[in-house]
């Protein structure tokens, strides 16, 4: 493949998301001597307005903007996206790729009721709306499709990519006492691809449910599909975990039919609170429960320290790096990655 050595490109990050930054940059300008790297100033005035100031000159360059639309809220995030990307613009960058590793408002993608907003269609047409952001760079969509909201390329990366990686080292490559399980009908399809990078003959199955009630706390158990687990080691792969009720009642059946050890795996650790008195942390940990995230979303050492005896969080610096160094060649190929 031929890389274009006539630009320079510039890898920008805002504060929350710096430190993935960082690490994918290092891995980064080992290959490729083009990039460098420079972190986004946020001033928040005492009004609680913000305003973004890129400290380094972007002009005729190629920018990767990390942005995390986590912290401090999807809410606050989006709004310093928005002005960080017009401080980008302003300031004569040539083209803007969004490495947003977590993106939120995904899950509103449909009219599921009457009179409500299709969000994540509305959040794609305010990116789009400035013409200089010609790609986006995210990991586990919540569904496939979403991507069909933008017009421009959106490289929808893979957590079981992460997680494979992790496992392997982790079993040594010896998958014969493992069941790969989707915690409902609708992450079949991911979780068949992660049983996939393990191995050709790692067995799936499928965790059967029904919601009992409009919050996602609220989850009545049906039965479970697929091989026999008992004396296996489960590994429950979802895109994401919130308040961890689903992922805490496929966990509490699997090791009631006799599952040796059971793992939750997810790309995106969310852990919200399902109601003022009780985290998820705490919900989770209390199940003593494995689970397994990657850093989408990031989470510091302190936190890590706090909840090491239930939490393990993998990085997903490698699979961005090597997406961004293919995304930058004149014949790149990201699908590269998946192979």
Known sequence: MTTNTNNTIKILATSEIKDLAKDVFEIIKKEDQRFSFCEVEMITFTSKEMKPKIPCSVRHEEVYLFHSLYHPDPNTAFMRLFLTIDAISRASAKEITLVLPYMS??????????????????MANLIESNPKIKRIVVFDTHSDQAQGFYNIPVDNLYG???HRDYFKQLYNGNFENVVVVSPDHGGTVRARRFAKYLGENVPIGIVDKKRSGLKSDKVEMLHFLGPEIKGKDVLIFDDM?????????????????????????????????????????KRLSDSKINVVVTDTIARSDEYCEKNKDWLKVISCKNILARAILESSKVQGSVSSIFK
């Open 105 to 122: 408002y995904l899950r509103q993608d449909r009219k599921d009721e009457p009179r409500v907003p299709i969000s994540a269609r509305l």
């Open 160 to 162: 079981a990519l992460v």
């Open 241 to 281: 975990i919130d308040t961890g009720g689903s992922i805490i009642n496929a966990c509490k059946m699997l090791v009631e039919r006799g599952a040796n050890k059971v793992y939750a795996l997810a790309t995106h650790g969310v852990f919200s609170a399902p109601n003022e008195n009780l985290t998820a942390e």
